[in-house]
């Protein structure tokens, strides 16, 4: 398979089939690891970025933002080899900046959105985001405030997209249908944890994205590290969170079968859960964060790696998901 462009949802953009999530940029990957790894992205073939207005955590809310800014300053048509995705909606907690409570709380007011994204730019040095995603949904704030911003935002030429993050199935299907009241294109994609650990989606998230046609970008592929082989790590004597630990104490049956399985196809676990993402129809591109070039390569290989029938019916029975769609899964 190997790194491919499709489109996203039913959206005329191209988008490789992997993105490049930048969340570990900053605090995980210093800057000139960051660069290196972008650089690496585009040469693979990889043109999807994804990045939110709050990482940098330890260091500054948007501090990975800025990053990227001075990667595309660099010029070299970096800015224009890149399908740029951001995020609103949480709170920013800046050095040096003012207490704002709308700035500092969690919503999708019109204010925030459109104060969010100016900062956006000015930190990401572009002059237009690809994909705007709002990180949650927020159903206290009226979809007419909600879509009138990101309409703005559209007609001014800042915004190309919007994508949701984390919404429920029926927050799609309401989001889709407001801003089609208001002939507005509505929502290109949804961005969601997905992963054989958590198969939540399939439920209702992943019926919704195929029925307004949205591409459907999961995060936490490796489902925190456990797909990545952690109980090989564990013997090897890696250190582990605490919380990782627990993780693993719970769920080692399961992890032992997959990696036993992994293991019998002679590919490395990550790699396997990667392209099981990949096999479904349904997912357009898995959100990667590497904190190296190695690691990204590592996890390009899984474009390569074909499931057949008999293995992903295995990986059912290690990792079963919630019987199918609703209201099939538990009705009739």
């Not at 080899?81 to 207490?99: S, W």
């Not at 959105?113 to 000015?122: D, F, P, T, V, Y």
């Not at 997905?194 to 998230?205: A, D, F, I, P, T």
Request: with cysteine; proline share 5%; glycine share 10%.
């Amino acid at each position: 398979m190997a790194i491919t462009h499709k489109r996203l949802g039913r959206h005329g953009v191209l988008v490789s089939n992997l993105c490049l999530g930048t969340m570990n940029f900053g605090w995980h990957a210093d800057e000139k690891t960051s660069f290196a790894i972008m650089d690496r992205a585009l040469e693979l073939g990889i043109n999807f970025f994804d990045t939110a207005d709050v990482y940098g955590w330890t260091i500054a809310h948007g501090a990975t933002e800025e990053i990227i800014g001075r990667w595309f300053a660099q010029g070299g048509g970096r800015r224009e080899a890149t399908v740029l995705a951001t995020k609103v909606y949480n709170l920013m907690d800046r050095p040096g900046e003012r207490f704002e409570p709308n700035h500092a709380g969690r919503n999708l007011s019109a204010m925030k959105i459109a104060r969010h994204c100016e900062a956006s730019l000015k930190r990401l040095q572009t002059d237009a985001i690809d994909l705007y995603q709002m990180h949650h949904v927020d159903r206290d704030c009226p979809w007419d405030e909600t879509w009138n911003a990101f309409g703005n935002l559209q007609k001014q030429g800042k915004v190309v997209y919007v994508g949701s993050s984390n919404f429920a199935g029926w927050d799609i299907a309401t989001a889709c249908q407001e801003a089609d009241r208001r002939g507005l294109p509505g929502l290109a994609s949804e961005q969601s944890q997905y992963h054989l650990g958590n198969r939540m989606l399939e439920l209702e998230v992943i019926p919704a994205c195929r029925h307004y046609g949205l591409g459907l970008i999961p995060y936490s592929p490796l489902w925190g590290g456990l797909l990545g082989g952690a109980l090989k790590k564990q013997k090897e004597g890696r250190t582990a969170s605490e919380d990782t630990q627990k993780s693993i104490q719970t769920h080692r049956r399961r992890l032992a079968a997959y990696e036993s399985l992994c293991d019998k196809l002679g590919e490395p676990p990550a790699a396997v859960a990667l392209a099981w993402l990949l096999s479904n129809p349904a997912v357009t591109a898995p959100i990667i964060g590497p904190r190296t070039v190695e690691q990204l390569e590592s996890a390009v290989h899984a474009t390569e790696i074909v499931l057949n029938e008999r293995t992903l019916k295995k990986l059912d029975s290690i990792f079963p998901g919630p019987g199918g769609e609703a209201p099939q899964a538990y009705a009739w």
